[in-house]
């Protein structure tokens, strides 16, 4: 992702029904500033995506001033 010096990067991972997932909630991300290749996004109380795998989410990323060139799940 690539911000502006006021721009951020937020993401909210929800649930097959599009409602937010505990703990990953909008609220819960932390904001991302900068220009970076392998950024990670995390959220508050820092949540482990690995208790999400085999089930289906949706990501919803909130961009302010900001570019999202790609994501990835990785350990």
Do not use: H, M
Not at 15 to 35: C, H, M, V, W, Y
Not at 44 to 57: H, S, T
């Amino acid at each position: 992702f690539s911000t502006s010096a006021a721009g951020s990067v937020k993401a909210e991972v929800q649930g097959i029904t599009g409602r937010p997932i505990p703990g990953f909630a909008l609220s819960d991300s932390k904001e991302n500033f900068g220009d970076q290749i392998k950024g990670v996004l995390n959220w508050k109380g820092n949540p482990d995506l690995r208790k999400l795998a085999g089930q289906p989410v949706r990501l919803r990323f909130v961009l302010s001033d900001a570019d999202l060139y790609s994501f990835s799940f990785g350990g």
